[in-house]
């Protein structure tokens, strides 16, 4: 379960405080120039920043390519490529050797391997997620030369919605040591009709289990979503339209003929309609925070829990290039034969 | 991608209108003791029933075992299982040969194939999830004697959430030719700790393959959801109890340490706490509506589209089965080595 | 591990006394025409016929088509079909309770499953491979218009190598209350060159795996096969030569420059030349003979153990539909894209 | 087409002539001591060495572990391995620029892909192999462990099958220019009853996908293999004896029942019978020979070629590992779970 994808596949290894992280693409095509200064740039849009979200943790995150490229282009073969750690201070995390820190993965996986790595995760760590940037920066490389643009925004931080907003919500909560969750929009333009299967590969499953693989994302909807649920058949149907103009390239074999309204968040029946498509993410607020727990450690002794690591208020800034890269393995996984 | 799962592995195959559909699950452990009447009862729950919401067309589906059971239990050889089709009236539908239906699949299947079912959708038919709720009935006969019980119910209708306000609204809905959306919840009670994996197989992110693939489906989230986008670290965060009476059998790994709240609705860092697991999904209306539509037709003529056939004004309550079902494939699948 | 093929996939299912066989094929195209009486006539070569070597059971094994096929055409979804089962004479293989058949299934069944079915056998009788001829059929069906033909013979029974011989030394063998062994030689002709991959998915590869899941089989060589390991490289290679009326088609891409001997059997590094893929596969003798043999039951009593039943003498004749059709799988499988 | 195996998967990367070779093994077991000396001596094992029948060239072929160990035990998440090259001299290569190198990938390579790699073969390269020796070398680990120990040799080079007949055809074929083929048997002792799978599982269907995917194999048979052919069924059958003194552990569960032959190399019916599996591979002479081959070029020109580089005489020593590490690959996922 290191895999993900069928026809462009990614295989990530990798180890938060380990040697290196890494990942291997399997089916993507030759012959396609790759810019290692995007893939490089796509990483550091996941960096800690300057951002006031984030942590001042520093780290680097080089990425070397090891094969499948030659004279700058791809051969046909494996992708392989890795990005080395650096900065590994487990002796940051030595006061967590006896406790399951709320919210995170120590509990269930004392309970399923009997053991954890309490240096900050193992492979539960979000720095995993690097290796799917990476590789989706591999993934948009084609999509964007198929005129396919993946974009992922804010859509709310907290209850906040606006920049300013943001910005005032993250410093006080900051102040309070305590986090926020919030929730990504993601919109694919220019994805061509017919992406998708109709029965259990529909585009909506695949997209749903992709964004529910990030860590701390706890809900995933597209077009209407859950204020479909209170919409009725006449208002929510997309009816169609004559496209006098015929602008639209991607109604060509059907005609002219193409859907009014985009209730449906281009997708029917699991397959793209050839509009833009539209998808929510929510995340839950990061788990570790400053502010004192009261919890109890393994033996079940009552301790306060007061965390000592450098962390985000809030991982939705960060997360942005990881739903542009899921999507895009996504899309191009599926979009193979097209 | 007619196949779903992993460990036990469900093919599905039959077209609505064909001879007969079915499935064929492998991997089924042997010598389990089947049920038909079981098999049965919950196929027939997914007919058009006596519920207000309900079509009133006539569907038998007797389900007919070929293989994989000898005397009343499992091989462990692959399991077919056939419904043969009835009451096929294709006259029915031919009305709809030069129109695409708003909300359906017709427009996607066109831009994919190049040609589509008129007569009802052929694979993207809901009738085609018949054969998941026989194979998922096949998952429940393991999970109950494991002590996991899994119960979707409606959560809403519309705006409806009281069983007066939703026959109210269905009525009312039907009189006016509409159709109506809801969201179901789902509890899985019993699920041991340890179900799922830390990267790509995260147990919410199969859920929601799983669910999504439904159709009809809009939206999943488990736990507390969209809601913990704007909750707080310390409001979300579970922290741990002594669970002093040790009556959780599932605790013991960790001693009798438990979350004392369930946020995370069951599942943490994608492995099983041995809470209950929790989750809902949202539906949109159903798209087959009397009330007239002012459409196209394929070639772009405006057209009013009433519908002549028998539908439901809500798939929810058809749909509880099926969300069941997929769960069972999901938590079977994936508890496989426990 | 009932599952074959990667884009085209067979999945069979049914054991050899239960209510049916059958299979599911996905990822076979869509608008392919199917001549049903093809399929069927296929499967007829499998039956145990006129032949000497062959058992005079009756089979008749009609094949129903259940989906995936509408107005003689497929639609591309899957295609299910079933074969009833007749003749169900469980008695017959009473004697055989507390025995392990000599050359069967049977004991290594009992270890890994703590069970075995002395009815024939369930999933390891020969019989399971009637699914394998009916979708190997379509395969053919796809491949024949393609110009591919798949032929495979008779290279030798025991020592014995033209149809006197044979036919000779099947009567005398039969006489003796014994079993026959034998080799088939397979050629496959216009097939393109370029099927095939690399490392792992090398044709070759993929072709042993297909034939040694035929019961019975021991051995697989291709072009030079054993011989090879006596050869030396200047024997061996195959030079190349200008191919000067450029008659051959499949040597397009790289000029008209052909290699001028097969010595290599069509593939090289794991790919079609574009030439004939020669390959032989070596069948051991009939494990049910009539002859007594001295063996000891499920306890270690020495007894004298007489099949009572109907037997083949030799599976070649019968197995060469089956190797035709695993290998129009492979081919079809592997030749997908081009 | 670069993974291998099911439960313990391998997935290899890297060009002959790139940065880097290496590997990720998934699902291999957490917990399981590596010893990095062992893992780096069977390397070496695979390295031309002064072994009469190997090239002079050096390959240090240092092998580094990048994730999935932890203090000198294995986590149970992917193990990540790279082989940096050296050495690299890709004018050696020029003068083959425009000559399709017979016996080599290269026309296929040019026909599948419309290039190829005139640097020596890219992933066709038997170079390909050290990935899989290091992953073997992982799999062995656990199989030596669990008492299973693969031992291949070699059954003949050429015609010759005793040492001294071997150096002394490889000394005459050396000063010939020309090169040898030959067979190599292996047996994998202690492998306990149970192995394999019913249908198109069966373990030498396994075994030999994995032997025919390594380069220059062009034959496998397990047991009396070919010549099973033509033995009679009286001869072939393994009959059953008492194991009077219960030495046999793998018998325990049918009592001390056991064949008391070994025809069958070990398996019946696809699974393991608890003997000695015995197999036997044939490989073609190399087809790099510096004896002059009358050929064409790309265009058709007549050339001579003679072949510059350093070239083994016969790849049989140094497949010995590659066949030993295929075969731990396969026995480790296919015992997967006894």
Redesign the interface.
């Known amino acids: 379960?290191?895999?993900?994808g069928e026809h462009i596949k990614l295989?990530?290894?990798?180890?938060s405080h380990?040697?290196?992280?890494?990942g291997?693409i399997?089916g993507f095509p030759?012959g396609v120039e790759i810019d290692l200064n995007f893939i490089q740039s796509e990483l550091d849009r996941r960096k800690p920043s300057h951002h006031k979200a984030s942590t001042t943790r520093k780290e680097s995150d080089r990425v070397?390519?090891?094969?499948?490229i030659?004279e700058g282009k791809t051969?046909?073969?494996?992708?392989?490529f890795?990005i080395r750690n650096e900065n590994q201070q487990p002796d940051d995390y030595e006061y967590l050797r006896e406790i399951?820190r709320?919210?995170?993965?120590d509990?269930?996986?004392?309970?399923?391997?009997?053991h954890y790595?309490h240096r900050s995760?193992?492979?539960?760590s979000a720095r995993?997620t690097a290796s799917r940037v990476a590789a989706g920066a591999f993934a948009k490389t084609i999509l964007q030369k198929k005129g396919v643009e993946i974009t992922a925004s804010i859509k709310?931080i907290?209850?906040a919605k606006t920049p300013e907003e943001i910005e005032h919500l993250i410093e006080q909560?900051k102040a309070?040591g305590?986090?926020?969750?919030?929730?990504i929009e993601c919109v694919i333009k220019g994805c061509p009709?017919?992406v998708?299967?109709?029965?259990?590969?529909?585009l909506?499953?695949?997209?749903?289990?992709?964004?529910?693989?990030i860590?701390a994302?706890?809900?995933?909807?597209?077009?209407?979503?859950?204020a479909?649920?209170?919409?009725?058949?006449?208002?929510?149907?997309?009816?169609?339209?004559?496209d006098e103009y015929g602008t639209d390239e991607?109604s060509a074999?059907?005609?002219?003929?193409k859907?009014a309204t985009n209730h449906?968040?281009g997708?029917?029946?699991?397959?793209?309609?050839?509009q833009d498509i539209i998808f929510r993410v929510?995340?839950?607020?990061?788990?570790?925070?400053s502010?004192p727990?009261?919890?109890?450690d393994?033996?079940?002794n009552p301790i306060e829990l007061v965390n000592q690591g450098r962390h985000d208020v809030c991982c939705v800034p960060r997360v942005l290039p990881v739903v542009e890269a899921m999507t895009a393995l996504v899309i191009l996984d599926r979009s193979f034969f097209l």
């Open positions: 379960m290191n895999s993900f295989t990530t290894f990798g180890e380990g040697v290196a992280l890494g291997v399997e030759a070397e390519v090891l094969s499948g030659f051969l046909g073969t494996p992708i392989a890795i399951f709320p919210g995170h993965a509990f269930t996986y004392e309970k399923k391997y009997g790595d995760g193992g492979r539960a995993e709310q907290g209850t909560t309070e305590d986090s926020l969750g919030g929730i009709a017919g998708g299967e109709p029965v259990f590969g529909k909506q499953a695949q997209l749903a289990e992709a964004m529910m693989s860590p994302a706890k809900g995933f909807e597209y077009g209407e979503g859950f479909s649920a209170t919409m009725k058949g006449s208002e929510h149907n997309d009816v169609y339209i004559l991607t074999p059907a005609g002219n003929v859907p449906n968040g997708i029917l029946g699991g397959i793209s309609t050839g929510a995340f839950k607020p990061i788990a570790s925070i502010k727990q009261q919890t109890v393994k033996k079940g």
